[in-house]
Structure formats: structure tokens, C-alpha cells
């Protein structure tokens, strides 16, 4: 079977550091994913790891340790507007992604 | 289009009715997805298409539930005889080359809110 498992919520506050972890077992692995969501948006891509180690883009940077079938996504100088759902999603290497079930992350004031 | 584009973006049916969920990828794109999320939840992957074919339609969940590509373009999601449980958003995505691990990945429409009553 493919499971990924995310913490179901996360909370910070504007300004701080946060990391969202994945961890995976699936049949196959080409990569790993990151996707947001805001409430009743469309899920936009974020970044995507297929060799370990950190991928950086703005504030947002990636990890990967395909040894262990773990990796995370950093958020940096937390603003309000990147509250929303965050979902890892593995490359199974089918032509398709199987997406994790979501973190929520609340950024307050 | 500029993006992926699905139509109704909501969509309220009884019962027992059937219906087609549309969606536009964007112009070029080959590889065209379709994606299930029920409140709260993640992803359902339900179906892939490449050009006009689908290589893998293994995560519809039933007889009930097709689609279809024409023209290497638009798509169509049929659910027939709906029942309460098909109640969910449903996902279009499209990408250029079948690019699951492509720099820049899917781009996803809005979805569709089907609810049944």
C-alpha cells in the first residue's frame, strides 16, 4: 500500500520558522512534493525533491532523505497569508502523485 | 487558457441523478488528472490521462464512475447514479509531459463541489 503521514495541524506565529514533516512508504519513489492549498483554492505546486538534501525558493525551502523516507518543507518570516493546508505528494514513478492527507498551518498575529 | 479551468464549480444533484464534471487543461498540456478531496482530507488520485488515453484508471471507485478525453483537450467526468458519498471536490490537473517529477508539476483547476442529496 502507499501511506504518507503529515501532522495534522501546525500554529506559529508572523515572523517565525516552521517546518512541515513527511514521512512516506510507498511502492515506489521518483520524488516528493510539496503542494498549498488555501480554503476553497485550487492546490498550487511548491517545490519537489528528487535527490536528497534542501531545495531553496524564497522563503520556502525543501529536504529529502530518501534513506530514511522522510522529508519536510521549511517556512521562514511566517506571514499571514501562508495560512493554508500544505500536502506532500510522492512520485510513485505510475505517471501519477499520491498525495499525503494535509497539514493545516495557522499563522497568528 | 492561461489555467486549468473546470465547470460547474459547484453542482448540487439528487440522488440518483447522473452528472458530468468538465475540465480545460491548459493548451499543450498532455497529461491530464483527476483527483478526489472529501472534507478535510487529502488527494484521491481517480484517474490519468495522456493524450486521449488513460494508461492507468485504477483509483475510480466504481462502475459509476468515467471519463473521457477528446482531442487531446477537454475532459469529462461522468458519476452516474450518485449517491451520497460521491459528495466531495473533484480535481482537474494538467501537466506538459506526464511531468509528475517535472520542475513546476501539476497545475490544478478550481474544482467542482458536488454535493448529493
Known amino acids: 500500500g502507499q501511506s504518507l503521514e503529515q501532522p495534522s495541524e501546525v500554529t506559529a506565529v508572523e515572523g517565525a520558522i516552521v517546518q512541515i514533516n513527511c514521512t512516506y512508504q510507498?511502492?515506489?519513489?521518483?520524488?516528493l512534493s510539496w503542494y498549498q492549498q488555501h480554503d476553497g483554492g485550487a492546490p498550487t505546486f511548491l517545490s519537489y525533491?528528487?535527490?536528497?538534501g534542501l531545495e531553496e525558493t524564497g522563503r520556502f525551502s525543501s529536504f529529502l532523505s530518501r534513506s530514511d523516507s522522510y522529508g519536510y518543507l521549511l517556512l521562514q518570516e511566517l506571514q499571514m497569508k501562508d495560512s493554508a493546508s500544505y500536502f506532500c505528494?510522492?512520485?510513485?514513478?505510475?505517471?501519477?502523485?499520491?498525495f499525503g492527507t494535509g497539514t493545516r498551518l495557522l499563522v497568528s498575529p | 487558457g492561461a489555467g486549468v479551468s473546470q465547470s460547474p464549480s459547484n453542482k448540487v444533484t439528487e440522488k440518483g441523478k447522473d452528472v458530468e464534471l468538465r475540465c480545460d487543461p491548459i493548451?499543450?498540456?498532455?497529461?491530464l488528472y483527476w483527483y478526489r478531496q472529501s472534507l478535510g482530507q487529502g488527494l484521491e488520485f481517480l484517474i490519468y490521462?495522456?493524450?486521449?488515453?488513460?494508461?492507468?484508471k485504477s483509483g475510480l471507485p466504481s462502475d459509476r464512475f468515467s471519463a473521457e478525453r477528446t482531442g487531446g483537450s477537454v475532459s469529462t467526468l461522468t458519476i452516474q447514479r450518485t449517491q451520497q458519498e460521491d459528495s466531495a471536490v473533484y480535481l482537474c490537473?494538467?501537466?506538459?509531459?506526464?511531468?509528475?517529477?517535472?520542475?513546476?508539476?501539476?497545475?490544478f483547476g478550481s474544482g467542482t463541489r458536488l454535493t448529493v442529496v
Open positions: 505528494a510522492v512520485n510513485t514513478g505510475f505517471q501519477k502523485l499520491v
Open positions: 490537473a494538467s501537466s506538459s509531459e506526464g511531468g509528475v517529477g517535472s520542475v513546476g508539476g501539476y497545475t
Open positions: 510507498t511502492s515506489g519513489f521518483y520524488g
Open positions: 493548451s499543450g498540456h498532455t497529461a
Open positions: 490521462f495522456q493524450g486521449n488515453s488513460a494508461p492507468d
Open positions: 525533491n528528487a535527490l536528497d
